[in-house]
């Protein structure tokens, strides 16, 4: 039995797509950023923000949210995370804050999870037709320091201050803080690659020309580009994506997510319904390869051997698979309009190669 009735069919219900907006809602925080995942409430991400605020922006523009409203929790969330900001990062964001927009300790600057911020902001206000909004925004956008992360017209993946400070006791039994010089360690490795790197590129107005194509990444990296602007490009390696996953496990939704026994990169036993749900409402043909499968159409991730659902919503997977349901929707009403091809294409790309483990681990950041 094809018991399949995802995002792409219940969102037809505009009580269901309310719900489904409120849902993301609620991990705004009473600061008005938002949350990296529900059972974390002090742990904000820059990512989250973005994808957060241009998810309801979209709910607005399909007549769910009030205009004025959703403008005002953009502009709250932008100013207070680039005010909380430190000016030695350049512009750039820390992935992970507290909930005043103060870097965590542990999180590393991030050129993608700021990419995914400013993209998100900006579209929010193109969306709701507020100009003096996005001039806002795009002037800090136009004070980050784009040449401190670039290696060879690549971007780094970000840096990492170190050293930040040490507690020392004193000759009494007490404690003074002692603060040593920060050292900046560079992240290694660049956003040369098929992957969501190529947000960067299209925020800055700069060419991208990867030089390893794969297809074999998680697919929320194929996706995240089209959450922002139409790609000819990155379309082809979603839907190759696609059928890859369809060949090798006979179905498809395989991303990085939650699981089970904590965060996964693709675990063939763990998929996101939700970005299934976006992603077919462009390609529905796809849905044919679910036909055996048992899924709950509103969960952020779940298990299929088991069939444990994850509770704990992670608001970057929650609020960009609402932005492509939104996104896609509003493409489908006006087939007259002609996608946006990119700039360059990439050129004479390696074929599949593999990547090191631990820079793998370092697109999860």
């Given at each position: 039995?094809?018991?399949?009735?995802?995002?792409?069919?219940?969102?037809l219900?505009?009580?269901?797509?309310s719900a489904?907006?409120?849902?993301?809602?609620?991990?705004?925080?009473?600061?008005?950023?938002?949350?990296?995942?529900?059972?974390?409430?002090?742990?904000?991400?820059?990512?989250?923000?973005?994808?957060?605020?241009l998810?309801?922006?979209?709910?607005?523009?399909?007549?769910?949210r009030?205009?004025?409203?959703?403008?005002?929790?953009?502009?709250?969330?932008?100013?207070?995370?680039?005010?909380?900001?430190?000016?030695?990062?350049?512009?750039?964001?820390?992935?992970?804050?507290d909930?005043?927009?103060?870097?965590?300790?542990?999180?590393?600057?991030?050129?993608?999870?700021?990419?995914?911020?400013?993209?998100?902001?900006?579209?929010?206000?193109?969306?709701?037709?507020?100009?003096?909004?996005?001039?806002?925004?795009?002037?800090?956008?136009?004070?980050?320091?784009?040449?401190?992360?670039?290696?060879?017209?690549?971007?780094?993946?970000?840096?990492?201050?170190?050293?930040q400070?040490?507690?020392?006791l004193?000759?009494?039994?007490?404690?003074?803080?002692?603060?040593?010089?920060?050292?900046?360690?560079?992240?290694?490795?660049t956003w040369?690659?098929?992957?969501?790197?190529?947000?960067?590129?299209?925020?800055?107005?700069?060419?991208?020309?990867?030089?390893?194509?794969?297809?074999?990444?998680?697919?929320?990296?194929?996706?995240?580009?089209?959450c922002?602007?139409?790609?000819p490009i990155?379309?082809?390696?979603?839907?190759?994506?696609?059928?890859?996953?369809?060949?090798?496990?006979?179905?498809?939704?395989?991303?990085?997510?939650?699981?089970?026994?904590?965060?996964?990169i693709?675990?063939?036993?763990?998929?996101?319904?939700?970005?299934?749900?976006?992603?077919?409402?462009?390609?529905?043909?796809?849905?044919?390869?679910l036909?055996?499968?048992?899924?709950?159409?509103?969960?952020?991730?779940?298990?299929?051997?088991?069939?444990?659902?994850?509770?704990?919503?992670?608001?970057i997977?929650?609020?960009?698979?609402?932005?492509?349901?939104?996104?896609?929707?509003?493409?489908?009403?006006?087939?007259?309009?002609?996608?946006?091809?990119?700039?360059?294409?990439?050129?004479?790309?390696?074929?599949?190669?593999?990547?090191p483990?631990?820079?793998?681990?370092?697109?999860?950041?």
């Amino acid at each position: 039995m094809f018991s399949v009735m995802l995002l792409s069919v219940t969102f037809l219900f505009s009580g269901s797509e309310s719900a489904y907006l409120d849902r993301i809602d609620t991990l705004r925080d009473s600061k008005g950023l938002f949350l990296d995942r529900r059972s974390d409430p002090t742990t904000v991400s820059a990512a989250a923000t973005g994808f957060g605020v241009l998810a309801l922006a979209e709910g607005a523009s399909r007549g769910l949210r009030n205009r004025e409203d959703t403008l005002e929790i953009a502009r709250v969330a932008f100013e207070r995370t680039v005010n909380a900001n430190p000016k030695k990062n350049r512009g750039w964001l820390s992935h992970f804050t507290d909930n005043e927009g103060n870097p965590k300790p542990y999180s590393e600057v991030s050129t993608i999870d700021t990419a995914i911020f400013y993209f998100g902001m900006l579209r929010a206000a193109q969306l709701l037709n507020a100009p003096e909004l996005e001039a806002q925004f795009r002037l800090s956008l136009s004070q980050i320091d784009t040449q401190f992360v670039l290696r060879d017209g690549y971007f780094l993946h970000g840096f990492h201050w170190t050293n930040q400070g040490t507690q020392l006791l004193t000759a009494a039994g007490g404690s003074r803080s002692s603060f040593v010089e920060e050292s900046l360690q560079f992240i290694p490795y660049t956003w040369s690659d098929s992957s969501e790197g190529a947000i960067l590129y299209r925020l800055f107005d700069l060419p991208f020309q990867f030089q390893i194509r794969r297809t074999d990444y998680p697919l929320f990296v194929y996706a995240y580009p089209l959450c922002f602007y139409n790609d000819p490009i990155y379309e082809t390696l979603l839907k190759e994506a696609i059928e890859a996953q369809i060949s090798l496990y006979g179905y498809w939704g395989v991303t990085s997510t939650n699981g089970p026994q904590g965060y996964v990169i693709l675990d063939r036993n763990v998929i996101s319904p939700v970005l299934i749900g976006g992603i077919a409402t462009k390609y529905p043909e796809y849905l044919e390869a679910l036909k055996s499968l048992v899924i709950q159409v509103s969960a952020v991730s779940m298990h299929l051997p088991s069939g444990w659902i994850d509770n704990d919503d992670l608001t970057i997977d929650l609020a960009s698979a609402y932005i492509l349901f939104s996104k896609f929707s509003r493409e489908a009403m006006a087939p007259h309009v002609a996608p946006v091809a990119t700039e360059v294409e990439a050129f004479k790309p390696e074929e599949q190669t593999d990547t090191p483990k631990d820079a793998v681990a370092a697109k999860a950041e």
